[in-house]
Structure formats: structure tokens, C-alpha cells
């Protein structure tokens, strides 16, 4: 199935005032031909010390270069100009991406995601010996508040970009924006996508005529997937405006509407009792602060027999966002640690029934969306501009490499009312036969 013909019929013109939304950094009056100091040269040298002394060599503004210490370099870091340098140290967590964006920090192209990756398991082990001092100075930022008329301004910071911008790089198939699942490695990101919605559905063991409510449902893809393969009535609920225009339009489209109701609502005014309950990439959304009341708006909304799974991006522990993406790409943004997702469960006596981690489907999915952003840079550039461009790939790279080192996990889990009896007794109809589709 191929949507790029009714999806050119969509809604999908950005509001004006996302063009310069990402904080751009100044290239004028910065002085970038005088010899580099000592004291510069001393604070690379430290910077990659405090960083676990990875193998990267920076190249300064004037074309001299800082070897590292240990072993020859893998990767090169050029700054255009003194300032960047001093950016940079006082807060790496906060400056490197804006000074990608700039391009006043230049990376090899292609070398972006391995630099990445290589950064973050170095810093891994050397932060464990880092000085409270040294903490606090690159400390990440609490995230910004969830509450109603926040996580409204968060979405649309987000996923309102426009629809032509995520068409280029997203699957063709239902515009997924979340972790793929890929069952072999010679699968195509559209056969792993549908294969995900159809390994969530198993989970639940949709039947036909079941009720669903779906907490935050992007465009609206798993909604028709489960009204078209289960025969299921789905009430999805998501505040992005041009999300549910362009799920409506499909569901229209794809004759689902009878079964399918999107409301332009927060997940919190979810109302009336489900066989189901599900949340795909929400609930990095929510706010830990928020935690108890999704737990409590879960038991009421799920009848006593029903199954609930959230799929989220997670944490082996609990840890802030990167200052950097949640500043500057997603406002608002927590994942959980596996210890807090479990709370989720414990505040209302549920019974989980399954844990998977999909941490290496997910860089495979990024992966695949790098590679196709890349192929549409230029069309990126063209919707907003070459800031914008350099920005969206370094969270596309920071990301990947962050679930390649294992930074960051994806959890699905599975779970219901403690007393339902009713539950599934083993795995095994999960993989009777596969999931992936042989063409889409």
C-alpha cells in the first residue's frame, strides 16, 4: 500500500512560526584567523579527559589540530572559531548541538552517527570519576512541565512541523513515527512497520467487535490498522492538529471511518471502559509527575478482563533528556527508567504479563530514517532552511547512536488487572506465523 497520493492531498502547510524555532548562533564578528592560545589548547586536551579521552583529533580554527592522547584519532572535530571552543567546554551537553546546527562545529559527512555513538560510551565510563563540581556544570535540565496547556505547546513544538517534512523520511505505508520491528535483516522499513502494528495487536489478542482506546495516536496508523486486519472499534485521542487532519482524511479515505474515531483531545479526558488500552511513543511524553494518574486513568478505562501496552523509549536508570534535544527538538520530553515504568504498574495492583526490549530495532528504524533524510536534505532545506536541516540530523544521529551504545532502551510491556485470570498463558500465538508483511 503506498498513502504519497492521498497524503499530497492532506493539510500539511507548517505554521509560519516554526521556520525559526531552533535557536540559531551568530557567525558574525567572530574572530577565526589568529593563532589558537595555550590555555585553548589546554582546555581541548582536558574537555577529552573529562570525556573518557576518546579517539578524536579537533581541528581548530586556523587549520592547527589537537591529537588525542591515547592512540590515533578515529574521528575529527573542527571548530570555526574561538568562541565555539568555549561554548563547547562550558556545557557539551547543550553545545554541541547548537553548534552543529551552526555549522561552527563541522563533522565529516557520513561519520556523524559513529562519533556519536563512540562519545557516549566514553563519557559512560568516565563520568562515573567526574567531581560534583564538573555535574553540575554539565548537568541536563529538568524537562519542561507536561501539565494541559504545556504538553499542547510541546506537541505542536514537535509533530506540528508539517506533514511534507515527515513524508520524506517516515514509511510510506501508515507514517510511522515510532520503533519499527524487524523479525529478519533484509526487511524493508515499510514491511517493519506494519510488522510492528501487527505484533502490538497480537499482544493485545484483538478479536473482532472489541472496543480500544488509543492514548496519543500520531497519524493514526495502528488506529487503522486494527480497524482494517481485527474488525476492533478504535477510539484514538492525540493534541496535534495536523496529525489527526491528515488521520481523519485517511480513515476517510481507506473507508475505516465507521470504525475509527480520532479525537483531538489530551489522553487525560479519556472517558468510558476498553477491552483494550494502548500507547505507542507517548509516554515520553508524560512527565514522571504524571505518572500516577495515567496509572489511574488506565484501571479505570480498562475493563476486568482487558490487556493494556505502552511502548516507550526508556532508561536502564533514571536520567534527564539531553539538554540539547529536549531544548531545542523535544520540549517536555522524559523517558523513563524500566524502574519507573514499572511504577506505572505497581500504583494500581497491575499484573505485567510482558517485558520485550526492541534498544537494536530502534537504531535499525533510525538508521533507515537518517539514510532517507539524508536522500531529502535538500527538500528539508527547501521547507525550512539549512540551520533547520543540520539540526534534524543531528537528532537523527545523536538518537541512533544513543540506542547503538545503549543510552537509551525501547520497552513494550504488557499488562492487566492483578486479578484477571483471563490472561494469556504463554507466548507462543505471538509467532504461530510471521508478522512482517512479504510485500506493502
Excluded at 483531538?264 to 509516554?283: C, P, Q, T, W
Aim: hydrophobic share 35%.
Amino acid at each position: 500500500m503506498n498513502d504519497n497520493t492521498a497524503r499530497e492531498t492532506q493539510p500539511s502547510d507548517r505554521p509560519a512560526e516554526h521556520k525559526g524555532r531552533i535557536l540559531k548562533l551568530p557567525l558574525e564578528n567572530l574572530q577565526t584567523d589568529r593563532e589558537p592560545h595555550s590555555y585553548e589548547r589546554w582546555m581541548i586536551a582536558k574537555l577529552m579527559r573529562m570525556a573518557g579521552s576518546p579517539p578524536v583529533r579537533f581541528r581548530l580554527w586556523n587549520g592547527d589540530t589537537v591529537e588525542p592522547d591515547d592512540g590515533p584519532a578515529r574521528f575529527t572535530i573542527q571548530l570555526t572559531d574561538p568562541k565555539a571552543l568555549l561554548a563547547l567546554v562550558a556545557n557539551p551537553n547543550l553545545a554541541f548541538g547548537d553548534l552543529y546546527s551552526a555549522g561552527r562545529l563541522q563533522v565529516p559527512d557520513g561519520e556523524l552517527p559513529d562519533l556519536m555513538e563512540c562519545l557516549y560510551r566514553h563519557v559512560h565510563q568516565a563520568r562515573k570519576q567526574w567531581p560534583k563540581w564538573l555535574e553540575a556544570l554539565w548537568r541536563n535540565h529538568a524537562p519542561r512541565s507536561t501539565g494541559l496547556e504545556e504538553a499542547k505547546e510541546n506537541i505542536h513544538h514537535h509533530y506540528d512541523l508539517g506533514n511534507d517534512f515527515y513524508s520524506l523520511w517516515l514509511d510510506s505505508a501508515e507514517m510511522q513515527y515510532t520503533c519499527a520491528y524487524y523479525e529478519s535483516p533484509d526487511v524493508t522499513l515499510e514491511q517493519a512497520q506494519l510488522a510492528k502494528l501487527e505484533h502490538v495487536c497480537r499482544k493485545l489478542r484483538l478479536r473482532p467487535g472489541m472496543t480500544v482506546v488509543e492514548a496519543g495516536c500520531g497519524w493514526g496508523g495502528l488506529a487503522r490498522y486494527m480497524a482494517r486486519n481485527y474488525g476492533v472499534k478504535v477510539h484514538a485521542y492525540n493534541i496535534s492538529k495536523e496529525q489527526i487532519a491528515y488521520a481523519r482524511a485517511e480513515a476517510k479515505r481507506q473507508q475505516l471511518d465507521q470504525l475509527i474515531d480520532y479525537i483531538e483531545d489530551d489522553y487525560r479526558n479519556i472517558h468510558g471502559e476498553y477491552d483494550a488500552f494502548v500507547s505507542i511513543g507517548m509516554l515520553e511524553h508524560v512527565g514522571k509527575e504524571n505518572y500516577q494518574a495515567l496509572s489511574d486513568l488506565i484501571k479505570r478505562s480498562l475493563k476486568p478482563d482487558g490487556l493494556a501496552l505502552l511502548h516507550s523509549i526508556g532508561r536502564n536508570r533514571p536520567m534527564l533528556m539531553n539538554a540539547w534535544i529536549e531544548k531545542r527538538i523535544f520540549p517536555g520530553a522524559y523517558p523513563p527508567s524500566i524502574g519507573e515504568f514499572m511504577g506505572i504498574c505497581e500504583a494500581n495492583d497491575f499484573s505485567v504479563i510482558d517485558v520485550e526490549n526492541l534498544r537494536l530495532h530502534y537504531a535499525r528504524t533510525l538508521a533507515h530514517w537518517k539514510e532517507r533524510f539524508d536522500q531529502n536534505d535538500d527538500k528539508v532545506t527547501a521547507l525550512y532552511d539549512e540551520h533547520f536541516t543540520r539540526a534534524w540530523r543531528m537528532y537523527l544521529s545523536g538518537s541512533l547512536a544513543a540506542f547503538r551504545a545503549g543510552s537509551l532502551q525501547l520497552f513494550q510491556v504488557v499488562f492487566s488487572h492483578g486479578d484477571n485470570n483471563a490472561i494469556p498463558q504463554s507466548r507462543q500465538d505471538l509467532y504461530t506465523f510471521p508478522a512482517t508483511p512479504e510485500e506493502v
